[in-house]
């Protein structure tokens, strides 16, 4: 049997508990994903696909439940420790990409170093070769403004790739891209899989769920994984 | 994931911080401006009132301890040479010198002076040799004073010579009322070069017998006297007993000056300060707003590098970063430009303001003194207020799950 590195365990997540706008966006979930498998948890809006999400990249704790990364469980943890296990565990490609529109996009790409101590040669050395992969080494120095959808979605991956994190979590990540680019990201996608990433992606976009890479397709309802 | 050393990260949150800055940097532009114009106008004040402060103390020094006046009729008279021997007796005074000085109008210089009467062979050999320049009289020299008239000498402030240079009077002047049948010409033997310059720079220095004459003081009479008392526990019990006997007699301690100048200072520097508080208020409350006010843009940004795995703490120091640059630059760039104004350019603007009689007062160079204490109430008055404004709303955004801020729920 494979060996989980991503557990959620029975789950929930409240958001403004004890306020007239409390909502409940994921209710009692669990699941687990083995090592270097490619996993789709599809939904529709408002199911909670992105809060199961950043509840598993350490972004938000749960009000219940547990999420446990590499057989360690984050979710209880103070937070300098969760940071330092997400920075070192967990790239995050988010569905807005979340880039700084004012930096460059090799100073995009090397944030998640900068806490971690890492000098600036190091972090250049490292962002260059992510830059050639994502074809994006022209755009060095340009600003994230300038950039093009597309563009900028390679950043995004390139950033959640810099700190050789073996777990990738990305939320919608096709939603902005045209056919073009959304053909272009799977194959990222198939290359990371196959060097052993292990990946989670939200979306209801059928060319990502039903991709012949994919493991596995989970399915969220009202907060709930249905199957 | 390589890990660098403490040094590394702190060596890459300051780098951030900088590029954080340049990067917004039209707000940090104004704010840096309002800030330095802020520590500029505070500093020039108290830099303008120490110095004041700090050369009247100087002189202060050579005050008598205590200075005995004759009051009649409310005001100050001649003092009649009889009260020397009683004020003598008194135990525990050494001696009672008599004073002889007044002010003089000097119409073709539509200004007010201080004229003292000494006995200028006294600057010959003794200490007060070392404070006169003789070499910026021209064609004079040390071995010519005593070739001149003896009782129509004189030695005069640098501002006070520098004027008289200007109406070709540098070597001798012509003191004269309209009362008078004709001029009283006195030669101008040499100028003090005391670091004194406040109290000096109006002054002439006449010997007694050509002073008296100037101030038409009667033979006997004296303006003021000095009473020196060895033993500094006794002078207001001395200046006490003076009253009493002498009820007409007014009496002024040495440390009595000394209060006066510093509340004198005092009081002008915290008018001039009062007077800018409502601009200083309206600017701290455009620095709040800049600074303190996190933008939506800030915020997301925040949201961002905690959803990259940035750290509280490491968030705060970039933020602290920051305004300890802004506001420390700000600080010393306000400092010195202060320094600068007040001492290189002689405070123009707020000179004034403080010395009061500036249009009969000749110019005078202010004595460069910033106390460190000052400084230190500079910078803390300045950086510390600015480093809560920008840290404590970066760290509410801090605190805040990086999922509530990226996702704006």
């Not at chain 2, 002078?235 to 040495?254: G, Q, V």
């Given at each position: ?7 959620a365990v ?37 199911s ?28 209880k943890?103070p937070?300098k420790?969760?940071?330092q ?12 990409f979340?880039l ?7 100073d995009n790409i ?17 962002a260059?070769?992510l ?29 959640a790739?810099?700190?050789?994190a073996?777990i ?7 939603a902005?891209?045209?056919s ?8 990222y ?39 | ?23 917004r940097?039209?707000?940090?532009i ?14 020039s004040?108290?830099?303008i009132?120490?110095?004041l ?43 009672v ?7 003089f ?17 006294l ?8 404070i006169v320049?003789?070499k ?11 070739s001149t ?14 004027l ?13 009322q ?16 005391t ?8 002054m ?10 100037v101030l038409?003081?009667?033979p ?13 526990e ?58 303190s006010?996190?933008s939506?843009e800030?915020?997301r940004e ?15 120091s ?5 305004g ?5 630059v ?20 707020l ?10 007062y ?22 510390v207020?600015?480093?809560?404004v ?6 509410k955004?801090?605190i ?10």
């Amino acid at each position: 049997m494979a060996n989980p590195v991503v557990q959620a365990v029975n789950v929930t997540k409240t958001y403004n508990r004890g306020k007239p706008n409390e909502v409940t966006a994921v209710k009692h979930a669990s699941l687990k994903i083995d090592e270097g498998s490619l996993v789709v948890l599809k939904g529709p809006s408002g199911s909670g696909k992105t809060t199961l999400l950043s509840l598993i990249g350490c972004q938000t704790k749960p009000t219940r439940g547990e999420v446990i990364i590499r057989g360690k469980k984050v979710s209880k943890l103070p937070e300098k420790f969760m940071n330092q296990h997400k920075r070192r565990h967990i790239g995050f490609i988010f569905q807005h990409f979340q880039l700084i529109a004012g930096m460059s996009v090799l100073d995009n790409i090397v944030l998640p170093l900068i806490p971690e101590g890492v000098s600036p040669k190091a972090r250049n050395k490292r962002a260059d070769r992510l830059l050639e992969q994502f074809n994006l080494a022209h755009r060095r120095q340009f600003k994230i403004s300038s950039l093009s959808g597309g563009e900028q979605q390679r950043v995004a991956i390139a950033r959640a790739l810099i700190n050789n994190a073996g777990i990738l979590l990305a939320d919608e990540p096709t939603a902005h891209l045209d056919s073009k680019l959304t053909s272009d990201l799977l194959d990222y996608i198939e290359q990371l899989k196959q060097s052993g990433h292990t990946i989670l992606i939200t979306s209801h976009d059928p060319v990502i769920y039903q991709n012949p890479a994919v493991d596995r397709v989970l399915e969220m309802k009202d907060g709930q994984i249905t199957s | 994931m390589i890990s660098g050393s403490w040094f590394e990260r702190q060596k890459n949150i300051i780098d951030y911080s900088l590029q954080s800055l340049l990067r917004r940097r039209s707000k940090n532009i104004l704010i840096l401006i309002i800030f330095i114009l802020l520590v500029f106008a505070v500093s020039s004040v108290l830099f303008i009132t120490e110095s004041l402060t700090q050369e009247m103390m100087i002189t202060s020094n050579d005050l008598p301890d205590i200075t005995v006046q004759r009051i009649v009729g409310g005001r100050q008279a001649n003092v009649p040479a009889s009260y020397i021997p009683d004020i003598e007796e008194i135990p525990g005074v050494e001696a009672v010198e008599t004073r002889v000085w007044g002010y003089f109008y000097l119409a073709s210089l539509q200004a007010n002076f201080t004229i003292y009467g000494m006995d200028l062979n006294l600057l010959e050999e003794g200490e007060y040799q070392k404070i006169v320049n003789w070499k910026n009289v021209p064609d004079e020299s040390e071995n010519q004073i005593l070739s001149t008239r003896p009782d129509f000498r004189m030695i005069v402030g640098q501002g006070v010579f520098e004027l008289l240079r200007d109406i070709q009077m540098e070597k001798a002047y012509l003191f004269y009322q309209p009362t008078w049948e004709k001029p009283i010409p006195f030669d101008i033997i040499g100028t003090f070069k005391t670091e004194t310059e406040l109290q000096s720079n109006d002054m002439m220095i006449l010997q007694t017998e050509g002073a008296r004459r100037v101030l038409e003081l009667p033979p006997d009479e004296f303006t003021d006297m000095a009473v020196y008392v060895p033993n500094p526990e006794e002078i207001d019990n001395i200046a006490l007993k003076i009253r009493r006997y002498f009820p007409e007699l007014r009496t002024i301690t040495k440390a009595q000056i000394k209060n006066t100048y510093s509340s004198v200072f005092g009081w002008k520097s915290a008018f001039v300060l009062s007077s800018m508080l409502a601009a200083i208020f309206a600017f701290l409350i455009l620095i709040w707003d800049k600074a303190s006010g996190l933008s939506p843009e800030e915020k997301r940004e925040i949201g961002i590098l905690k959803a990259v795995g940035w750290d509280t703490d490491v968030l705060l120091s970039v933020k602290l970063w920051e305004g300890l640059i802004l506001s420390g630059v700000s600080s010393l760039a306000g400092i010195l430009l202060a320094y600068t104004y007040t001492f290189q350019l002689r405070a123009p603007g707020l000179r004034e303001i403080f010395i009061g009689w500036s249009a009969i007062y000749p110019s005078f160079q202010l004595i460069p003194d910033a106390d460190p204490k000052s400084l230190l109430l500079i910078i803390t008055i300045s950086v510390v207020p600015y480093l809560a404004v920008t840290v404590f709303p970066a760290w509410k955004a801090a605190i805040t799950d990086p999922d509530v801020v990226i996702r704006n729920i």
